[in-house]
């Protein structure tokens, strides 16, 4: 039996390098598995269900790619999937997803017409000694930046007007390590020169960061943190309504 076990771990590493640019290989980067640049959303989601670009796919039950409205004003973006997220392959179906819901209607919102997506793909977790359950485990920044093309595809396809980062993780993925969510939620900051291939995104007016819905959850005084994210999302309200010198689509 020991034998057949390792004989089985050696199969998946040597699988995990099989990709172009895999991990295997050394490489973080899911550059080699984008398909081609004619390709639309649900052309980019069937391939991203293949990325090996990073070692998280191997113990993730599957990649959840974004969705939403293909042509939303707003993208709302997140750390990564959670557990519900990774069983059902779908973003923002847990409970933070409900918060974030709640809170765009009271921000006056309509999270029907929003793109949700996530800065990591697959989900990365802990399983304590003696447990079952999977417990978050925040991703790291080369993670992050591996995974970055697919977050770059997204915004290009949908071309939002505002990108809404949720979280810490959410703000490092386009503005760096350096990335502070109680210093710079918000307010409406410039859109950083992250697109790939010297592409553009021109619609991108810019970017509004916030807590994590999940945040929400965890604090001590759910009222006031919830209360804060709502005032952040109005500021997208106020530029998608032309109050901060936005345009309607």
């Not at 959303?41 to 391939?47: E, F, H, Q, S």
């Not at 599957?62 to 999937?81: C, I, N, R, S, Y």
């Not at 997204?154 to 969510?181: M, Q, W, Y």
């Not at 020169?193 to 960061?209: E, K, M, N, T, Y």
Request: proline share 7%; hydrophobic share 40%; charged share 25%.
């Amino acid at each position: 039996m020991a034998g057949a076990t390792g004989r089985a771990v050696g199969r998946s590493e040597a699988e995990a390098g099989d990709g172009p640019g895999g991990p295997g290989e050394g490489g973080y980067d899911a550059t080699p598995f984008l398909p081609g640049r004619r390709a639309r959303l649900p052309g980019l989601r069937k391939a991203a269900a293949g990325c090996r670009g990073c070692p998280l796919y191997r113990d993730a039950t599957q990649t959840v790619f974004g969705e939403g409205d293909a042509g939303a004003a707003v993208l709302l973006l997140g750390e990564q999937p959670g557990d519900q997220e990774d069983r059902h392959g779908r973003p923002f179906v847990g409970p933070a997803g409900k918060v974030l819901a709640r809170a765009l209607a009271d921000a006056g919102l309509d999270p029907a017409q929003a793109y949700l997506t996530n800065a990591v793909k697959h989900f990365k977790f802990t399983v304590p000694e003696g447990r079952k359950r999977r417990i978050h485990k925040a991703p790291n920044l080369r993670e992050i930046t591996a995974c970055r093309p697919w977050l770059l595809e997204e915004l290009r396809l949908v071309s939002p007007e505002v990108v809404v980062a949720l979280g810490a993780s959410a703000g490092k993925a386009l503005l760096g390590s350096s990335f502070r969510v109680t210093e710079q939620r918000g307010a409406l900051l410039p859109w950083p020169d992250i697109d790939r291939d010297g592409g553009s995104a021109p619609d991108i007016r810019g970017l509004v960061a916030t807590i994590h819905p999940s945040a929400v959850l965890r604090a001590d005084d759910r009222d006031r943190a919830y209360d804060g994210l709502v005032a952040d999302l109005r500021v997208v309200a106020d530029v998608l309504g032309g109050r901060e010198g936005g345009s309607d689509r």
